[in-house]
């Protein structure tokens, strides 16, 4: 890539740098350079094999490089820049590792009148309390975020050789302009730096401060870890980046003082939601970090054999667990919630109506305590919501959001924005609703609120879907007239008996509800009934493994929900429902299941909707069956978390057994399962789907990119290995 590197500064990043551009071949030839009181540091570097050489005469090292890295504090590049000047040479790049960039912009155009268009300005998010080229390493750049920052007039081809050089080095590049650049960093680094420096300064100075650092937690060594970094630096760099970071100071000074006149006034209420707001903007931070390739991935390894014996209450509906927060959110009065599903999923729901000003307590144990604020309470979100993985958050708000009198974004993850949603936004630009999407139609949603401008249609769904189904209903509630939804086919009905519920009205005349704006909801108690979806890998599981017997308590059997007990039943499967009863208006029954041979069925479409979240784990019921099982009219399968036709095709493959997927279903050939490497492509339900399947395997399976589990059911893992299933969960880079 280059023939001669220069290093202006070899230190942890100038040495790093080094390191890892020998370890790529990215480069002939490094020099180093430095000044004298550095040349034991460069002789350091030349002993290890950091560089090939060095010298204390700039113009020696920058002579014939053709790319020349100022790897040394800020406060000094602006001296660099005018030492360089006269040696500058339009057939090299030059470019730096500030991590302030607004003063090396304002640097350059101070010395050179104009920034040159062969400056790449760029900043490696990375590094260590240690410095010095002794504390170089080869990998520091792996996976770290890399910002580079040009200017209007900087070459196009150099910006590219550039990022290419830092991803090479294994950095994830993005390009931002100046400003931005320095206004992130100065929120998310260079304020934390700050705090930490100040909070031990005032310990520090205590008399009792031998007591202080004494009894000091786990917690304050690790808020205060990046205190120990190098004062200079520091100070170089909240001094180049004063403008942006003391407004942020101004504003921590705010948020202080509201905490302290909380604890003045004993408000616990506020100074809770104050907290959980923090933890929960906290963990959606983690979230979508995790979701770059810098986080690690989980890896099931399930050994073959096995059955499934005991009891368990599998954790509460995720389709009422949404549902839930959304009603009561714009109830009037409080809402109690049991038995809510504490997974990823449900999770963002809840947030993204914390985000809109609902007080929501819990949840603790599964249990919430919702402070509804009415049908037109909602308040503007400050920021984006994001709703992680969740196709149910993003569709069904999408509907809510787009009758509210103020705008909102939807994102997701890279799953979740990858998945359609023109089948809610054409329908609802029909009410009247502005919903923007990318061009392929999927998210980020920029959603307009046009409060009082939504109309009502009449809309005959092409494609049963509960989830569209819902999102027209709670548009419909915002909407002049009424708005009718005609099922092709029935769909899970929790938001018209939860909307009853809350004493809602809505209008039910065959496959056909309506709904309008006249009404209001009233607070209520909610009993969230166990998970069907979560419960149908153990309905399966317990069914292919010969010497099942288990008993599967407080099942939600929502006759829109219960298409997998029939075509398991179908199939010769020994399913007893026991101890039905009604709680808060759903069915609930305990299920008993026995191992009982199954066989190969055509699989009657009118189930397909009452069961399409289960087809995963009812194609590995299919591949222990005797004889062929035939699936069709599940075309909505492939734009679930994945392709589950495709990806349940290409698994089953992998493990010997005959899968052939079809434009809307597959057909599989009953026969033995073999034991091999499958990828879930990040969806749950694949993953626990092929863990189920190591039952029946005459060999272990390994399951990769398993870390999506979280969204739906945390506690499958620990609940499969108690019940019989042999499963090692590993954490892997």
């Given at each position: 890539?280059?023939?001669?590197?220069?290093?202006?500064?070899?230190?942890?990043?100038?040495?790093?740098i080094?390191?890892?551009?020998?370890?790529?071949?990215?480069c002939?030839?490094?020099?180093?350079?430095?000044?004298p009181?550095?040349?034991?540091?460069?002789?350091?570097?030349?002993?290890?094999?950091?560089?090939?050489?060095?010298?204390?005469?700039?113009?020696?090292?920058?002579?014939?490089?053709?790319?020349?890295?100022?790897?040394?504090?800020?406060?000094?590049?602006?001296?660099?820049?005018?030492?360089?000047?006269?040696?500058?040479?339009?057939?090299a790049?030059?470019?730096?590792?500030?991590?302030?960039?607004?003063?090396?912009?304002?640097?350059?155009?101070?010395?050179?009148?104009?920034?040159?268009?062969?400056?790449?300005?760029?900043?490696?998010?990375?590094?260590?309390?240690?410095?010095?080229?002794t504390?170089?390493?080869?990998?520091?750049?792996?996976?770290?975020?890399?910002?580079?920052?040009?200017?209007?007039?900087?070459?196009?081809?150099?910006?590219?050789?550039?990022?290419?050089?830092?991803?090479?080095?294994?950095?994830?590049?993005?390009?931002?302009?100046?400003?931005?650049?320095?206004?992130?960093?100065?929120?998310?680094?260079?304020?934390?730096?700050?705090?930490?420096?100040?909070?031990?300064?005032?310990?520090?100075?205590?008399?009792?401060?031998?007591?202080?650092?004494?009894?000091?937690?786990?917690?304050?060594?690790?808020?205060?870890?990046?205190?120990?970094?190098?004062?200079?630096?520091?100070?170089?760099?909240?001094?180049?980046?004063?403008?942006?970071?003391?407004?942020?100071?101004?504003?921590?000074?705010?948020?202080?003082?509201?905490?302290?006149h909380?604890?003045?006034?004993?408000?616990?209420?506020?100074?809770?939601?104050?907290?959980?707001?923090a933890?929960?903007?906290?963990?959606?931070?983690?979230?979508?970090?995790?979701?770059?390739?810098?986080?690690?991935?989980?890896?099931f390894?399930?050994?073959?054999?096995?059955?499934?014996?005991?009891?368990?209450?599998?954790?509460?509906?995720?389709?009422?667990?949404?549902?839930s927060?959304m009603?009561?959110?714009?109830?009037?009065?409080?809402?109690?919630?049991?038995?809510?599903?504490?997974?990823?999923?449900?999770?963002?729901?809840?947030?993204?109506?914390?985000?809109?000003?609902?007080a929501?307590?819990?949840?603790?144990?599964?249990?919430?305590?919702?402070?509804?604020?009415?049908?037109?309470?909602?308040?503007?979100?400050?920021?984006?919501?994001?709703?992680?993985?969740?196709?149910?958050?993003?569709?069904?708000?999408?509907?809510?959001?787009?009758?509210?009198?103020?705008?909102?974004?939807?994102?997701?993850?890279?799953?979740?924005?990858?998945?359609?949603?023109?089948?809610?936004?054409?329908?609802?630009?029909?009410m009247?609703?502005?919903?923007?999407?990318?061009?392929?139609?999927?998210?980020?949603?920029?959603?307009?609120?046009?409060?009082?401008?939504?109309?009502?249609?009449?809309?005959?769904?092409?494609?049963?879907?509960a989830?569209?189904k819902?999102?027209?209903?709670?548009?419909?509630?915002?909407?002049?007239?009424?708005?009718?939804?005609?099922?092709?086919?029935?769909?899970?009905?929790?938001?018209?008996r939860?909307?009853?519920?809350?004493?809602?009205?809505?209008?039910?005349?065959?496959?056909?509800?309506?709904?309008?704006?006249?009404?209001?909801?009233?607070?209520?108690?909610?009993d969230?009934?166990?998970?069907?979806?979560?419960?149908?890998?153990?309905?399966?599981?317990?069914?292919?493994?010969?010497?099942?017997?288990?008993?599967?308590?407080?099942?939600?059997?929502?006759?829109?929900?219960?298409?997998?007990?029939?075509?398991?039943?179908?199939?010769?499967?020994?399913?007893?429902?026991?101890?039905?009863?009604?709680?808060?208006?759903?069915?609930?029954?305990?299920?008993?299941?026995?191992?009982?041979?199954?066989?190969?069925?055509?699989?009657p479409?009118?189930?397909?909707?009452?069961?399409?979240?289960?087809?995963?784990?009812?194609?590995?019921?299919?591949?222990c069956?005797?004889?062929?099982?035939r699936?069709?009219?599940?075309?909505?399968?492939?734009?679930?978390?994945?392709?589950?036709?495709?990806?349940?095709?290409?698994?089953?493959?992998?493990?010997?057994?005959?899968?052939q997927?079809?434009?809307?279903?597959?057909?599989?050939?009953?026969?033995?399962?073999?034991?091999?490497?499958?990828?879930s492509?990040?969806?749950?339900?694949?993953a626990m789907?092929?863990?189920?399947?190591?039952?029946?395997?005459n060999a272990?399976?390994?399951?990769?990119?398993?870390?999506?589990?979280?969204?739906?059911?945390?506690?499958?893992?620990?609940l499969?290995?108690?019940?019989?299933?042999?499963?090692?969960?590993?954490?892997?880079?």
């Open positions: 890539m280059f023939n001669r590197l220069c290093i202006i500064g070899v230190g942890l990043i100038g040495g790093s080094a390191r890892a551009a020998r370890r790529q071949g990215l002939n030839n490094i020099v180093g350079y430095g000044r009181q550095d040349e034991q540091n460069l002789q350091m570097a030349k002993r290890l094999g950091v560089i090939d050489g060095y010298t204390l005469e700039l113009a020696e090292a920058a002579r014939e490089a053709d790319c020349v890295v100022i790897a040394t504090p800020v406060a000094s590049i602006e001296s660099i820049f005018a030492r360089l000047k006269p040696l500058w040479s339009d057939d790049i030059y470019t730096d590792v500030g991590s302030t960039k607004g003063s090396v912009i304002a640097a350059a155009e101070r010395i050179f009148g104009v920034v040159p268009d062969n400056l790449v300005p760029a900043h490696p998010i990375a590094g260590a309390e240690n410095s010095g080229v504390a170089s390493v080869d990998d520091l750049f792996m996976n770290k975020r890399l910002i580079i920052t040009p200017v209007d007039n900087t070459s196009p081809e150099a910006v590219q050789k550039i990022q290419g050089f830092w991803e090479r080095m294994g950095a994830l590049v993005s390009v931002m302009d100046v400003q931005h650049h320095d206004g992130v960093l100065a929120a998310t680094s260079h304020l934390p730096h700050i705090l930490a420096f100040a909070l031990v300064d005032m310990l520090g100075h205590k008399d009792e401060q031998s007591e202080i650092f004494k009894y000091a937690a786990g917690g304050f060594k690790d808020f205060t870890r990046i205190a120990s970094s190098d004062p200079t630096m520091w100070q170089d760099i909240c001094a180049a980046n004063k403008d942006e970071i003391i407004p942020l100071i101004e504003q921590l000074k705010g948020e202080l003082d509201k905490i302290q909380l604890l003045e006034t004993n408000d616990a209420r506020q100074l809770f939601e104050t907290f959980t707001y933890r929960n903007a906290r963990q959606r931070f983690l979230d979508q970090f995790d979701n770059t390739h810098m986080s690690k991935s989980i890896t390894y399930v050994q073959p054999g096995g059955k499934l014996q005991g009891e368990a209450r599998v954790p509460g509906d995720k389709s009422m667990s949404h549902r927060i009603l009561g959110s714009l109830a009037e009065g409080v809402t109690h919630v049991k038995g809510f599903l504490e997974a990823e999923d449900a999770l963002a729901t809840l947030q993204a109506f914390r985000d809109m000003g609902v929501i307590e819990g949840p603790v144990n599964g249990e919430l305590t919702i402070h509804g604020v009415g049908k037109h309470g909602l308040k503007a979100p400050k920021n984006d919501l994001y709703l992680g993985n969740s196709g149910t958050s993003m569709r069904l708000l999408s509907g809510l959001l787009a009758g509210q009198a103020f705008n909102s974004v939807l994102t997701g993850d890279k799953s979740l924005s990858g998945r359609p949603m023109k089948r809610v936004t054409e329908p609802l630009a029909a009247g609703a502005d919903i923007k999407t990318t061009e392929r139609g999927t998210a980020p949603l920029q959603i307009t609120g046009r409060a009082g401008q939504l109309t009502g249609i009449d809309y005959a769904m092409p494609i049963a879907s989830q569209v819902s999102c027209l209903l709670l548009a419909g509630m915002y909407a002049q007239g009424v708005t009718t939804v005609t099922e092709p086919a029935p769909t899970r009905d929790h938001t018209e939860m909307l009853t519920g809350f004493n809602y009205p809505v209008k039910q005349e065959g496959n056909k509800v309506s709904i309008t704006a006249e009404g209001h909801l009233t607070a209520t108690d909610i969230v009934p166990s998970d069907i979806s979560s419960a149908a890998f153990f309905l399966v599981g317990a069914s292919i493994a010969p010497g099942s017997d288990l008993l599967l308590k407080h099942v939600g059997v929502n006759p829109t929900r219960t298409g997998v007990i029939d075509i398991l039943r179908l199939m010769g499967a020994n399913i007893e429902v026991l101890n039905e009863r009604t709680v808060g208006g759903e069915p609930v029954a305990d299920l008993h299941v026995v191992y009982s041979p199954l066989k190969g069925i055509d699989i479409e009118h189930l397909v909707p009452l069961a399409i979240d289960e087809f995963p784990v009812l194609f590995v019921a299919a591949a069956a005797e004889g062929q099982t699936l069709t009219g599940a075309e909505e399968l492939r734009v679930k978390e994945s392709d589950r036709i495709q990806v349940m095709a290409d698994g089953l493959q992998i493990l010997g057994v005959d899968a997927s079809t434009e809307d279903g597959m057909i599989i050939q009953g026969g033995p399962i073999g034991g091999g490497e499958v990828i492509h990040g969806d749950h339900r694949i789907s092929f863990s189920i399947a190591g039952l029946r395997a272990p399976i390994t399951v990769h990119d398993c870390e999506n589990v979280n969204t739906s059911f945390p506690e499958f893992r620990d499969a290995k108690r019940l019989g299933l042999d499963l090692v969960c590993k954490e892997e880079e």
